[in-house]
C-alpha cells in the first residue's frame, strides 16, 4: 500500500467530534419536525453515513449522485441534477454536502429542492472553503473552514482515488 498523499489537514478523531457536535445541532433544530436529508454523492457519503448514526431514525434520506469536478477543478457544470427526485412537499430539506466551494452545486440543488416541494431547505457541510463564491450560498452548518486548497479523504477525491482515507489531506497546488 502506497502513503497517503499530501499533507495531513485533519486527523479522523477530529472530524469524528465535529460531525457529532454538528449532529447535536441538527437534532436540536429540527427537535419534534420531520425532516429529510439530500445527500450529494459521491464526496458526502462518509460525513452523510456518520450523521445519522446521531440523528433520529425516522430521518428520511434521499441520494443524489451530481458533479461538478474534473481533477482538482470545478467545470462549471452539474451533472446528474436533472435525475434527481423526491418528494418533498411541505418538508424541511436539508441538502449534505463534503465541500462548499464555488457554490453552483449547492445554489442549484438548493433550487431544485424547492422546485420539488420543500418547505425549506438548508445546507450542511463537512468543509467551507474561505474563498470568493460564483453563487451566493450560506451553509447553516459547516465542520471545518479551510484555506482555498484542494483536500481529500473522507469522501472527497482526486478524479475518484483517496476517498477512503479516515482523514482529511490537503493536496499541493
Not at 456518520?50 to 430521518?59: E, G
Request: charged letters at 25%; a positive charge; aromatic letters at 8%.
Amino acid at each position: 500500500m502506497s502513503r497517503p498523499p499530501g499533507q495531513p489537514y485533519l486527523s479522523a478523531n477530529q472530524i469524528r467530534q465535529r460531525v457529532r457536535t454538528l449532529a447535536a445541532s441538527i437534532r436540536k433544530t429540527y427537535h419534534q419536525r420531520p425532516l429529510t436529508i439530500v445527500a450529494l454523492l459521491k464526496g458526502s457519503v462518509f460525513f452523510v453515513v456518520d450523521l445519522l448514526r446521531h440523528l433520529p431514525p425516522d430521518t428520511e434520506v434521499e441520494f443524489w449522485n451530481i458533479s461538478s469536478y474534473e481533477g482538482t477543478r470545478s467545470t462549471g457544470k452539474i451533472r446528474g441534477l436533472r435525475h434527481c427526485r423526491g418528494d418533498f412537499k411541505g418538508r424541511d430539506v436539508l441538502l449534505i454536502d463534503d465541500i462548499l466551494d464555488t457554490g453552483l452545486t449547492l445554489d442549484r440543488t438548493r433550487r431544485h429542492a424547492k422546485k420539488l416541494g420543500a418547505r425549506s431547505v438548508s445546507v450542511c457541510v463537512l468543509l467551507s472553503k474561505r474563498r470568493s463564491r460564483v453563487r451566493s450560498v450560506q451553509a447553516r452548518w459547516v465542520g471545518f473552514s479551510i484555506k482555498n486548497e484542494f483536500v481529500v479523504g473522507y469522501g472527497l477525491d482526486l478524479n475518484q482515488r483517496y476517498r477512503a482515507l479516515p482523514s482529511i489531506r490537503s493536496l499541493p497546488s
